[in-house]
């Protein structure tokens, strides 16, 4: 079994800065891309940003500039630092981690089960 649990969602004004973390774990082999997606109501899940084991990033163009995306493989966690957030910002936030449970076998994607993120004055 395999567990991703974020933490670190709130409510904040717009302009201010939160951090989401998201820990894996269970039967962890070893983990390959981790990230995190967002979804705000009546809209499709989105990407937000990814960050592969060797540190590189991809972030969505809507971000870019005011979150960062990081992990520590030691701990099998990844962050997002959300800074200058805006009200479409607003969305539940996931993240996944592509991984392996064991030594045969291929990756597949595990998701965490959603933080509430809402920007409003």
């Known amino acids: 079994q395999v567990q991703l649990v974020e933490s670190g969602g709130g409510l904040l004004q717009p302009g201010g800065s939160l951090r989401l973390s998201c820990a894996g774990s269970?039967?962890?082999?070893?983990?390959?891309?981790m990230g995190w997606y967002r979804q705000a109501p009546g809209k499709q899940r989105d990407l937000v940003a990814t960050?592969?084991?060797?540190?590189?990033?991809n972030d969505a163009d809507s971000v870019k500039g005011r979150f960062t995306i990081s992990r520590d493989n030691a701990k099998n966690t990844v962050y997002l630092q959300m800074n200058s957030l805006k009200p479409e910002d607003t969305a539940v936030y996931y993240c996944?981690?592509?991984?392996?449970?064991?030594?045969?076998?291929?990756?597949?994607?595990?998701w965490g089960q959603g933080t509430q993120v809402t920007v409003s004055s």
């Open positions: 960050v592969t084991s060797g540190g590189s990033t």
């Open positions: 996944y981690a592509n991984l392996k449970t064991g030594v045969i076998g291929v990756p597949r994607d595990y």
């Open positions: 269970g039967s962890i082999f070893r983990i390959y891309n």
